[in-house]
């Protein structure tokens, strides 16, 4: 029943990760790429800190300095990194090339389960991770263009935020099985979620700064400002929550798999919210990516906690 709850978990998580797409549309073109992320932190830590403050006060005298650098660093790499990686790379590369190489993501969590955590995969495991990576790549009906210096900068950063996106699932991973195994203090998922969005959002201040900020963000309109929301309740602290309770229930494994719903959603809502086209293909890779997602579900690899 827990595998399954964290399965759950999980897969709204990055349903939840998927609706970025949608709010970084609306106010890309008037914000930059630090502003967003400091502004729709700073938004859900106004809104949430008076609700958590004394969960917040209670839960850090317990924290051990492991656990704060695991924050830190979950906060560097999940966060800060892997939106100025992707926002970054994609002024370079397109988004069909972008959304192939984040793609990766599943691969490269997988790789990295085997090799730092040590976790087991068995053939349903491989195969659904094999099939959620196939859907990626329908699902971005990818195609290659002329290559060009600036064209491969985009790629390589975008495959840079893939793999910021794969140490923190595995950081989040290791530090679950931490605190299951009495190595360190538990630490709420709210709690967690809201600990490493403040540490992101300081990452991001400086960067942010030299932005102008302030006057982008007077000029925003009621649809931005319902986007910047929406980014930082529940793109951030939402889907995170859920995925730091689904990740103590499960394998790095698997949420390699369902990280693939992630595309697929993005996909989805831009069809039915931004009415842009999808093709054939593009809805056999969705498919696939469930497929791939339902194996993970069935699979018996073992699980550690």
Not at 65 to 79: E, H, S, T, V, Y
Request: hydrophobic share 55%; net charge positive; with cysteine.
């Amino acid at each position: 029943m827990e595998k399954l709850k964290g399965r759950i978990y999980l897969a709204i998580s990055f349903v939840l990760a998927g609706t970025s797409v949608i709010a970084a549309r609306f106010v890309s073109d008037s914000l930059g790429t630090f502003t967003i992320t400091a502004a729709s932190l700073l938004a859900a830590l106004i809104i949430l800190l008076p609700f958590y403050l004394l969960r917040i006060k209670q839960a850090i005298p317990k924290m051990s300095k492991n656990d704060w650098i695991m924050i830190c660093l979950q906060a560097f790499f999940g966060i800060f990194l892997f939106r100025a990686f992707l926002l970054f790379g994609l002024q370079n590369t397109s988004s069909t090339e972008a959304g192939v190489l984040i793609g990766a993501a599943p691969v490269l969590t997988s790789i990295l389960a085997r090799t730092i955590l040590k976790e087991k995969s068995n053939a349903k495991t491989t195969g659904g991770i094999i099939c959620a990576v196939l859907g990626v790549l329908l699902l971005q009906g990818a195609q290659l263009s002329n290559l060009t210096a600036e064209h491969v900068l985009g790629n390589m950063l975008v495959v840079c935020a893939a793999a910021s996106e794969s140490l923190f699932n595995i950081l989040s991973r290791s530090h679950s099985l931490s605190e299951i195994t009495g190595n360190m203090g538990k630490i709420e998922p709210t709690v967690q979620s809201l600990l490493v969005s403040a540490v992101a959002f300081l990452f991001c201040i400086i960067p942010a700064s030299f932005e102008y900020p302030v006057s982008s963000l007077l000029l925003l309109d009621l649809k931005g400002w319902v986007s910047i929301l929406w980014y930082g309740l529940i793109v951030t602290m939402l889907s995170y929550v859920l995925w730091y309770a689904g990740i103590k229930r499960c394998t790095a494994h698997t949420a390699a798999a369902f990280s693939s719903l992630m595309p697929f959603t993005s996909m989805l809502l831009a069809f039915l919210i931004l009415k842009e086209s999808a093709e054939t293909m593009q809805w056999i890779g969705g498919f696939l990516v469930i497929l791939g997602v339902i194996l993970l579900t069935d699979s018996q690899a073992a699980e550690k906690g």
